[in-house]
T-cell receptor, first 113, second 113 residues
Framework: AQSVTQLGSHVSVSEGALVLLRCNYSSSVPPYLFWYVQYPNQGLQLLLKYTSAATLVKGINGFEAEFKKSETSFHLTKPSAHMSDAAEYFC???????????FGRGTSLIVHP | DTEVTQTPKHLVMGMTNKKSLKCEQHMGHRAMYWYKQKAKKPPELMFVYSYEKLSINESVPSRFSPECPNSSLLNLHLHALQPEDSALYLCASSQDRGNEKLFFGSGTQLSVL
């Protein structure tokens, strides 16, 4: 079975501040993990993915995420938030022979000037 | 071409209408998906087509009828919908079933009156 939990339905930061979006997963086997971003009135776009190579994964738009097996976490970070980063972010897990990812409930990132 | 194109972008229909949503990709992907997304919620899988054959139907009501005429096209036929079916309908594709990277279209925002 696979599941993913995103802590915090909303995260609010000031422009230029660190962005941290939390994701914890549950999987009986080593998982594939993803972060997707959804801008208003758009579909989802892949930011980055972990597929058992390097534990620190760099994605698009300056985002990165670190896979920590001991903490079953895959948190998304960005050193300096931009106004354009305001969007909905979804963590997803794929494991155990399933080929359909399970999405977390999403975290809305709000960026203040 | 790395896009998944969905039409129409917006659709308003009555409960007795019949309408169709269309999705097209020219990336040579062999798996295509329909998702339903309510506001501020993660996408929910409805159907998966693999090599133009329906491989997953997530217990979707029969008022939703998918069709895959060829490897590039995916339709969703709608009939006798209910107001609670109002949502963003997202199409996605992947290189193959089991390939982890999903490419999403921008969606069709459906309102059922």
């Amino acid at each position: 079975a696979q599941s993913v939990t995103q802590l915090g339905s909303h995260v609010s930061v000031s422009e230029g501040a660190l962005v941290l979006l939390r994701c914890n997963y549950s999987s009986s086997v080593p998982p594939y993990l993803f972060w997707y971003v959804q801008y208003p009135n758009q579909g989802l776009q892949l930011l980055l993915k972990y597929t058992s190579a390097a534990t620190l994964v760099k994605g698009i738009n300056g985002f990165e995420a670190e896979f920590k097996k001991s903490e079953t976490s895959f948190h998304l970070t960005k050193p300096s938030a931009h106004m354009s980063d305001a969007a909905e972010y979804f963590c997803a897990v794929l494991s155990g022979g399933s080929y359909i990812p399970t999405f977390g409930r999403g975290t809305s990132l709000i960026v203040h000037p | 071409d790395t896009e998944v194109t969905q039409t129409p972008k917006h659709l308003v229909m009555g409960m007795t209408n019949k309408k169709s949503l269309k999705c097209e990709q020219h990336m040579g992907h062999r798996a295509m998906y329909w998702y339903k997304q309510k506001a501020k919620k993660p996408p929910e899988l409805m159907f998966v087509y693999s090599y133009e054959k329906l491989s997953i139907n997530e217990s979707v009501p029969s008022r939703f009828s998918p069709e895959c005429p060829n490897s590039s096209l995916l339709n969703l036929h709608l009939h006798a919908l209910q107001p609670e079916d109002s949502a963003l309908y997202l199409c996605a594709s992947s290189q193959d079933r089991g390939n982890e990277k999903l490419f999403f279209g921008s969606g069709t925002q459906l309102s059922v009156l």
